[in-house]
């Protein structure tokens, strides 16, 4: 994913206007998300923004599908406000320095520790930067919640 964007407009649907929940980038295709348990309950305003669904695909989320991601959903909103608030902050080489510690699975609490010289919210924004880039990963977070017990591990050889 590139960008995205929350409640971006309304999308024709069976001739009826729905109110789209979200529009997503991603490197090679644009996607609308809509909650299709929304959608007969949808209270359409005529004055919103018709967004052309010709030229994104359009993506129909299921409550069952939503209920079975809570726990990495519920991960990426907490995850997602170190990202956004903290963008830009994150000097290069505490990243580097963090990809090469977790060159086998730390906690989130050894990772914290190992970089206490360091603002604890930036080490916190670089693991989770490193981790939406895909250079580390923690299979954990799609079933349990996100704890100082959270293993991450890099994903790419260090040297």
Do not use: K
């Amino acid at each position: 994913m590139i960008t995205f964007c929350e409640r971006p407009g309304y999308v024709l649907i069976n001739e009826d206007r729905h109110l789209a929940d979200f529009w997503v980038r991603y490197v090679d295709r644009e996607e609308l998300v809509v909650l299709s348990e929304l959608i007969s309950r949808s209270n359409v305003d005529a004055s919103g923004a018709e967004l052309d669904a010709c030229t994104a695909e359009v993506r129909f989320v299921a409550s069952a599908e939503l209920a079975a991601a809570r726990a990495w959903t519920d991960n990426w909103q907490r995850i997602l406000p170190y990202l956004v608030a903290n963008r830009g902050l994150v000097p290069a080489p505490l990243s580097l320095a963090i990809v090469q510690f977790v060159d086998e699975p730390r906690r989130l609490l050894d990772i914290e520790r190992e970089f206490l010289t360091s603002d604890p919210v930036i080490v916190r924004t670089a693991l989770f930067s490193l981790l939406h880039s895909g250079r580390v990963s923690a299979s954990a977070l799609q079933t349990q919640p996100l704890s100082l017990l959270t293993s991450f591990t890099a994903l790419e050889a260090t040297s």
